[in-house]
């Protein structure tokens, strides 16, 4: 079910794009293909929307953006570039020929990234500095090259994001059927979702703590080794952490958990909840309603 609600999420979004539910006519693209280079200087700000591909080069030796887009198109963009910022936006509904292109080569990572509508990032290269991602309408995100101190990011939509690397300290927000996955090691997380978006935390040798909030439909995936928890769930909302040395978690509604905790597991239980613990913590146990704490077999 959730399959087809995303694609009926994605034909709905691409079908608003391309045919104009403005009620705008929609300008299509007359096959011709141009180029379209300049430098954008160092921009400390970069602002995306509608249908692009997009590459983005943070070590790059120069300063430079590349359009490629139909002839007749670009000219309904409208590219602001000056004082630390980067906006490419389309002024009506355009329909390419075939997808567009946004090639960025820059010397030094953005701090602030906002990308809308239909888009697919690929970001090579090492990002070493805070950054503040936000994503909305339908975004693949492909950011595998993390070495920073803190990253803040907050998604929306349909996005599918997939990072990896090493992060000191991340602030995430998710909501809509957005997938979130980071590959590698994620010192502090906070995390909030909601909807039926998920996260998926992988391979993550050095986490610290982390503080997980979960409603709706949401789902939570941590593998690797965590050092101190704060779960709370609500709605239908599912977990599975493995695994921790000690375990805050607060569970409501029809939600449900996995846990594997080694040293302390405090549980506060209610509705229809259920948890499933592995190990063999130091446990402090409330539960009202019908919900269930179970060990589970080893």
Avoid at 197 to 224: L, P, W, Y
Avoid at 247 to 261: F, H, P, R, V
Wanted: glycine share 10%.
């Amino acid at each position: 079910m959730k399959k087809q609600l995303f694609a009926l999420a994605l034909v709905t979004a691409a079908g608003c794009f391309l045919a104009g539910c403005s009620g705008i006519a929609v300008i299509t693209g007359n096959g011709i293909i141009t180029e379209k280079t300049f430098d954008p200087g160092d921009i400390s700000r970069l602002t995306t929307a509608g249908y692009w591909k997009i590459t983005l080069d943070p070590n790059a030796d120069r300063n430079q953006c590349t359009i490629v887009i139909d002839e007749n198109l670009l000219e309904e963009l409208a590219i602001k570039s000056g004082s630390g910022r980067l906006q490419v936006t389309p002024l009506h509904n355009l329909q390419p020929s075939r997808e567009p292109q946004l090639r960025l080569q820059l010397k030094q990572m953005p701090e602030k990234l906002n990308f809308s509508g239909i888009s697919d990032l690929e970001v090579t290269g090492k990002i070493t500095r805070e950054t503040e991602w936000s994503f909305s309408g339908s975004t693949t995100a492909s950011i595998p090259g993390f070495a920073a101190p803190e990253i803040q990011l907050q998604a929306s939509g349909i996005s599918r994001l997939t990072l990896g690397g090493n992060v000191e300290k991340a602030t995430v927000r998710t909501s809509g059927s957005t997938e979130f996955t980071f590959n590698g090691n994620i010192g502090e997380l906070h995390l909030e979702q909601s909807g039926c978006s998920s996260a998926t935390i992988r391979d993550c040798e050095t986490a610290r703590k982390m503080t997980v909030h979960s409603s709706g439909s949401s789902n939570f995936t941590f593998s690797g080794n965590l050092q101190e928890l704060f779960m709370e769930q609500s709605g239908c909302s599912n977990a599975a952490v493995r695994s921790c040395e000690s375990a805050e978690i607060q569970l409501s509604g029809s939600c449900t958990a996995k846990l594997d905790a080694a040293r302390q597991l405090t549980v506060r239980a209610g509705g229809a909840s259920q948890l499933l613990y592995s190990g063999s913590p130091e446990l402090q146990v409330h539960t009202s309603g019908s919900a269930k704490i179970k060990k589970q077999k080893q």
